[in-house]
């Protein structure tokens, strides 16, 4: 059996060669900015060679490798999304890229010009991210073919049932489920896929074999004793421990120490407290909202052409919706149902196939012939850049709903209100966007309020790019 000290010591290993490696890659990106920039001088190699550059590629190597540890860019996620990769990657281009050039004019050594840092930002950033890449995608094809795997056993409740699914849709992460413990909802789901054990009658020591390496937890937390039983089991068979709830993640991103005088005190924050961050993401929308409108009016007049000539009716269509704290306002979009079709909603109801109080229906006889294509393509939504502009929206949030969908809400489902809401946000660019349930989307926000940060506000920006290109809405 495979140790968690042996799988840390090797993930250590991979993660150390890695960093090496992308500092080699750095550096190779700077001689290659010099080859191409100095291509005509007649001793191109005692250049690239030159005492002053071989000083600044020391100082690459050191910075490189300091970023990479700072925001820990090499540690191997069997699960790492693609976009996180381009993201972090290109910042750490252009970070290292800075520092390089500040380092430069403190100790007084040459500075090429302008186009040639970024130069070098540019080839540093697509070398590092084709190796990260490739590297990923040799070890996915591997965990397919059945090497590098992961024999672990879940234990999950209905609420976990979103991360069970995940592992299993993606085989490519190598995780093997040997035994599988759960609630009578999930025995008698999976009883005929897996071998499963109950949760409130199972021996732990006794499914933990020699071929397991991991034990995944995702159940709400009822007793700290259980947990604290399963984790010793874990210690005593060298087995390592995964907890995933969602009051464990509320935690884990939103704690903070408050002191009154001298008594330090425990405080949960259940939305964003990063105010620099959040006026950031506030200036951010108004300057991308204003750039959208002003680029996109010619192409905006065009599909208001097109609406009218297909169907009968305005070019936009307004409806209340429930923004920050409830309050409610215009919502505006490109119409792309018929004329009155609010009042024809009640008469579908029956072929709803959203779970919940929201509405969606595969075939809705009420959208037009333009309309299901703007939907295709998330154009409708365009015209809620004027929404964003006004601060009724962000560029990304939950998404506002019906004041008659919020009045239908249960209790926990009321945060998705306490931040501005969004054009579009991660259950719109997840893959299972049109077949999502109600509860699943619900939960999407809140793991977005719980871990939002401009990063992941950009990553969602990026995958919902990839989403407009797939066309596949409804």
């Not at 050191?62 to 976009?83: M, T």
């Not at 959208?292 to 208001?304: D, Y």
């Not at 009716?313 to 307004?318: A, M, R, T």
């Not at 077949?435 to 992941?456: P, Q, V």
Request: aromatic content about 12%.
């Amino acid at each position: 059996m495979e140790t968690v000290d042996n799988l840390s010591n090797r993930g250590r290993f991979v993660k150390v060669l890695m960093t090496a490696v992308t500092a080699i890659f750095a550096v190779v990106s700077y001689m290659l900015a010099i080859l191409i920039v100095k291509w005509d001088e007649p001793s191109l190699i005692n250049v690239v060679l030159s005492r002053d550059n071989v000083i600044s590629y020391v100082f690459i190597v050191i910075f490189w490798g300091a970023i990479d540890s700072w925001f820990n860019l090499n540690e191997v996620y069997r699960s790492r999304s693609y976009a996180y990769v381009v993201l972090f990657h290109i910042m750490e281009s252009a970070l290292t890229c800075v520092m390089l050039v500040f380092t430069q004019t403190m100790l007084g050594l040459p500075i090429y010009n302008r186009a040639f840092v970024i130069l070098f930002g540019v080839i540093a950033s697509v070398l590092s991210i084709s190796l990260k890449i490739t590297f990923y995608i040799v070890m996915r094809r591997m965990r397919s073919r059945g090497r590098n795997i992961k024999h672990i056993v879940f234990v999950c409740d209905k609420q976990g049932e979103t991360l069970l699914k995940l592992i299993l849709k993606n085989f490519e992460w190598g995780y093997r489920i040997t035994s599988l413990v759960g609630d009578e909802y999930i025995v008698e789901k999976y009883k005929d896929r897996f071998r499963t054990y109950n949760i409130n009658d199972v021996d732990f020591a006794s499914i933990l074999t020699s071929k397991v390496e991991e034990l995944i937890y995702a159940c709400d937390i009822d007793s700290m004793e259980h947990i604290k039983h399963i984790i010793d089991v874990c210690t005593d068979f060298g087995v390592m421990f995964r907890l995933c709830s969602s009051f464990f993640n509320r935690l884990s991103s939103n704690v903070q120490v408050r002191y009154f005088d001298t008594q330090a005190v425990l405080t949960i924050c259940n939305t964003p407290t990063d105010y620099t961050g959040l006026l950031v993401k506030r200036v951010a929308d108004i300057l991308s909202a204003l750039g959208v409108i002003i680029i996109g009016m010619p192409f905006f007049l065009l599909v208001a052409l097109i609406i009218k000539l297909d169907s009968k009716g305005p070019v936009f269509f307004k409806q209340k919706r429930s923004g920050l704290r409830g309050k409610t306002f215009n919502l505006y979009k490109f119409r792309t149902m018929v004329v009155g079709a609010d009042k024809m909603k009640a008469e579908l109801q029956a072929q709803n196939e959203m779970s919940g109080p929201a509405f969606k229906m595969t075939n809705d006889p009420r959208i037009t012939r333009v309309g299901r294509f703007l939907r295709k393509v998330g154009i409708d939504e365009f015209p809620q850049f004027i929404n964003v502009l006004r601060g009724d929206m962000s560029m990304i949030g939950p998404r506002p709903p019906l004041p008659d969908e919020v009045a239908k809400y249960e209790r926990w489902q009321m945060r998705r209100l306490s931040m501005r809401p969004g054009i579009t946000c991660l259950w719109q660019v997840s893959r299972e966007r049109n077949s999502i349930t109600f509860d699943e989307w619900m939960r999407l926000d809140m793991e977005y309020i719980d871990n939002w940060s401009i990063s992941l506000d950009i990553v969602i920006i990026l995958k919902t790019v990839r989403t407009m290109f797939r066309a596949d809405g409804k």
